[in-house]
């Protein structure tokens, strides 16, 4: 079992920063891929930004130049989010997958979300 905690959201004015983070634990051989995706009221869950093992980096357009995708050595992705807008206003969910230790196989687990809200 590999499990996902998140961390990180709250309320925010226009303009303003928030570091989003999801520390994953559990039997983890190894990592492939870590990311971000969002989900706002309505609308179907979108992917924000995507980091894998390789070093290949991907951010959706709209998030471009202001937010920031990084992980640690310790199994933790962060999403660094500068310049917020309101339509950034949604749940994140951060996404892990990779394979787990002892029994070789592939997981892709998700967190539980954090809400994000920007104020105009």
């Known amino acids: 079992q590999v499990q996902l905690v998140e961390s990180g959201g709250g309320l925010v004015q226009a303009g303003g920063s928030l570091r989003l983070s999801c520390a994953a634990s559990?039997?983890?051989?190894?990592?492939?891929?870590m990311g971000w995706y969002r989900q706002a009221p309505g609308k179907q869950r979108e992917l924000v930004a995507t980091?894998?093992?390789?070093?290949?980096i991907n951010y959706a357009d709209s998030v471009k130049g202001r937010f920031t995708i990084s992980k640690n050595a310790k199994n933790t992705v962060y999403l660094q989010m500068n310049s917020l807008k309101p339509e950034d206003t949604a749940v994140y969910y951060c996404?892990?997958?990779?394979?787990?230790?002892?029994?070789?196989?592939?997981?892709?687990?998700w967190g539980q979300g954090t809400q994000v809200t920007v104020s105009s």
């Open positions: 559990g039997s983890i051989f190894s990592i492939n891929g």
């Open positions: 996404n892990v997958d990779g394979i787990v230790g002892g029994t070789w196989r592939n997981f892709d687990s």
């Open positions: 980091s894998t093992s390789g070093g290949s």
